[in-house]
């Protein structure tokens, strides 16, 4: 079975940095693309930050671009998430998502939460 | 960016009834390349992650029971649920992929039992 195990979420201060992990199961990681998506407290879906499946290609939200950094390591099956420089506003739940090329989002972990506050 | 645009925010429909969830695209995300529309539809329960239920504007996930529908082309988009199960009681929403690897969801449409 496809598994998605988020972690490294917690309170951090306002320009605090914090690394967000998700490790990949169940399907051959190299294969795919991945997503970063965020749900802030009682409010939507945010899609944030995006990586091709060797990691050539990467795109961000304008929201995160330049405070955000996401990677890769295809040999660890696994997904980071660098959040630096956070703000009160990024508090919310990230998950990681696989992406069905194209970015349709076929499986999702159950999310770490995230709080930047004083 | 494209803006989706969904309605209602919330809706009430009796258990065996029809609900029926729109999504509005500030732009046609039909790509003229392929013809298809890059247009999915998530459910999220409480406490859950978003569940991929369609994609394509009308091809149903693997699993998705058939009650799930979805209809539309260009910029006008509908999720049925032909009879309400209480297990579908959820946060429905649409997303556009046509700026893909960019996103956008719409901002959620809550189906309760009436």
């Known amino acids: 079975d496809v598994q998605l195990v988020e972690s490294g979420g917690g309170l951090v201060q306002p320009g605090g940095s914090l690394r967000l992990s998700c490790a990949a199961s169940?399907?051959?990681?190299?294969?795919?693309?991945m997503d970063w998506v965020r749900q802030a407290p009682g409010k939507g879906l945010e899609w944030i930050s995006y990586i091709s499946s060797s990691g050539s290609t990467i795109d961000y939200a304008d929201s995160v671009k330049g405070r955000f950094t996401i990677s890769r390591d295809n040999a660890q099956n696994s997904l980071y998430l660098q959040l630096n420089s956070l703000r009160a506003e990024d508090t919310a739940v990230y998950y990681c998502?696989?992406?069905?090329?194209?970015?349709?989002?076929?499986?999702w972990g159950q999310g770490t939460l995230v709080t930047v506050s004083s | 960016d494209i803006v989706m645009t969904q309605s209602p925010d919330s809706l009430a429909v009796s258990l065996g009834e029809r609900a029926t969830i729109n999504c509005k695209s500030s732009?046609?995300?039909?790509?003229?390349?392929?013809?298809?529309?890059?247009l999915a539809w998530y459910q999220q329960k409480p406490g859950q992650p978003p569940k991929l239920l369609i994609y394509?504007?009308?091809t149903r996930e693997s699993g998705v029971p058939d009650r799930f529908s979805g209809s539309g082309s260009g910029t006008d988009f509908t999720l049925t649920i032909s009879s309400l199960q209480a297990e579908d009681v959820a946060v429905y929403y649409c997303q556009e992929y046509y700026s893909t690897p960019r996103i956008t969801f719409g901002g959620g449409t809550k189906v309760e039992i009436k």
């Open positions: 732009q046609s995300v039909l790509h003229s390349s392929n013809n298809k529309n890059y």
């Open positions: 394509w504007a009308s």
């Open positions: 169940g399907f051959t990681f190299s294969s795919y693309s």
């Open positions: 998502a696989r992406d069905k090329n194209p970015t349709v989002l076929d499986y």
